[in-house]
């Protein structure tokens, strides 16, 4: 992967928190108010299964929180895909998103797979409801978006949303998507190519 544009100060640790010391290594990206955390397989285990044992082990306050059920079989599969494709798990782990003024994890972020055949990756994510509204979930995608294209085989991100999701869709829009597509239920957008970022 290479280096990332702007203010973002990418560094990889491993489980036990030194540099390279496992071949799952945790990547951070860093914007003005947010920490956002790919997560390895063993973090994702706990994340489905004991939320305040992910919160201990990337340095945070055990909050209480607990993973949606919803959630659940998404990040089974997830897990599963890093399990068998190591050379691709920033493109199947979920990214932590951690509000550095409350030391709280507030939202979730992925990618759903490797470049496709098109040099496309698809971006889902969800931010806890308290805390919309802020600008959060904007900047949080903001920094996937650069850190995605500055990827070589990356030349587009495209993302789906239900077209009754206005947050979802002002979230895109504000980080300059556009429509390529729409059906009764979905809208299908798109962000990528010369002097996107």
């Given at each position: 992967m290479s280096g990332l544009p702007g203010n973002s100060s990418p560094s990889f640790l491993?489980?036990?928190?030194?540099?390279?010391?496992h071949e799952a290594t945790m990547m951070r990206l860093e914007t003005p108010r947010l920490t956002i955390i790919a997560l390895t397989v063993q973090q994702m285990?706990?994340?489905?299964?004991?939320?305040?044992?992910?919160?201990?082990a990337v340095g945070l306050a055990v909050s209480g929180q607990r993973l949606e059920d919803e959630l659940r079989p998404i990040v089974s599969r997830a897990i599963s895909h890093m399990r068998r494709?190591?050379?691709h798990v920033h493109w199947h782990c979920q990214w932590a998103a951690v509000l550095k003024e409350e030391s709280r994890i507030i939202?979730?972020?992925?990618f759903k797979g490797p470049p496709d055949r098109d040099n496309a990756v698809e971006i889902g994510y969800g931010f806890d409801p308290f805390y919309h509204?802020?600008?959060?979930?904007?900047?949080?995608v903001a920094e996937m978006v650069r850190w995605a294209l500055e990827d070589?085989?990356?030349e587009a991100v495209i993302a789906e949303t239900a077209n009754t999701n206005v947050?979802?869709?002002?979230?895109?829009?504000?980080?300059?998507?556009?429509?390529?597509s729409a059906t009764?239920?979905?809208?299908?957008?798109k962000i990528g190519g010369e002097g996107s970022f």
């Open positions: 491993g489980t036990d928190g030194r540099p390279d010391s285990r706990w994340q489905r299964d004991d939320f305040g044992r992910l919160e201990r494709r190591p050379y939202g979730s972020l992925a509204n802020r600008g959060l979930a904007t900047e949080a070589d085989s990356v947050a979802s869709m002002r979230v895109l829009q504000k980080v300059g998507f556009v429509i390529t009764d239920r979905f809208l299908y957008w």
